[in-house]
Structures are given as structure tokens and as C-alpha cells.
């Protein structure tokens, strides 16, 4: 069974920094097409953050653009996201998700990714 791991959650202040990691077992690195991560804050509906795929394709969400950088260790099945910058509005639970179907700039856009991590917590405060 794949499942997908977050850590490195917590709290910062605005203009910390924080690296997330994802690790996936129970597969091999490329079983899954592409990796992404997701956001929720509370009362909003989850967001894709950023996404990388097996062609090299990168996709980021406007609003993390230019602060956040993804990217993959494939030998150590591990997706990060390494946020600079951070602002209160970045508060949210992160989740990393994995498909074997879209790229990265549809994953952005959609919920249904075949396999979700259970997220790790993120808060910014002032």
C-alpha cells in the first residue's frame, strides 16, 4: 500500500522560513507521474501550493511564487517544499499528494490525485 508521509510543520514567524518534507513508501520513486503539495486553511477549501512531474515540469500557485520552491530526492522517495518568506496568510495544514495520471500544472488545479499524505500544520504568526 503507498502512503505518503509530511513533516516539518510548525510555527514561525512572518519572514521565517520552513522546509517541508514528503516521503513516499511502499512504492518505487517514479510510480507516481507527478507530486504536489495542497493547503487548507481554516474555513477555505484546499489549495494547490506547487507541483513537479517526470518531465521536469514545475508549476507554482500565484501566491507563492517567487517564495516557495519545490523539489524531489528520488532516491530517497522525498518531496519538499521549502517556503521563505512566509506570511500569515501561508497559515494552513500542508498536505502532499501523489497521481499517475495529470501534469504539473493540472495537479494544481485538482482534488482528486490518487494518493494524500495526512498533512503537517503550518503557522505563521506576527
Known amino acids: 500500500q503507498v502512503q505518503l508521509a509530511e513533516s516539518g510543520g510548525g510555527s514561525v514567524q512572518v519572514g521565517g522560513s520552513l522546509n517541508l518534507s514528503c516521503t513516499t513508501s511502499?512504492?518505487?520513486?517514479?510510480?507516481?507521474?507527478?507530486m504536489a503539495w495542497f493547503r487548507q486553511a481554516p474555513g477555505k477549501e484546499r489549495e494547490g501550493v506547487a507541483a513537479?512531474?517526470?518531465?521536469?515540469?514545475?508549476s507554482y500557485a500565484d501566491s507563492v511564487k517567487g517564495r516557495f520552491t519545490i523539489s524531489a530526492d528520488n532516491d530517497k522517495n522525498t518531496l519538499y517544499l521549502q517556503m521563505n518568506s512566509l506570511r500569515l496568510e501561508d497559515t494552513a495544514m500542508y498536505y502532499c499528494?501523489?497521481?499517475?495520471?495529470?501534469?504539473?500544472?493540472?495537479?494544481?488545479?485538482?482534488?482528486?490525485?490518487?494518493?494524500w499524505g495526512q498533512g503537517t500544520l503550518v503557522t505563521v504568526s506576527s
Open positions: 511502499g512504492a518505487t520513486s517514479n510510480f507516481f507521474y507527478v
Open positions: 499528494a501523489g497521481d499517475r495520471r495529470v501534469t504539473a500544472v493540472q495537479a494544481l488545479g485538482f482534488l482528486g490525485l490518487d494518493a
Open positions: 513537479i512531474d517526470w518531465d521536469g515540469g514545475i
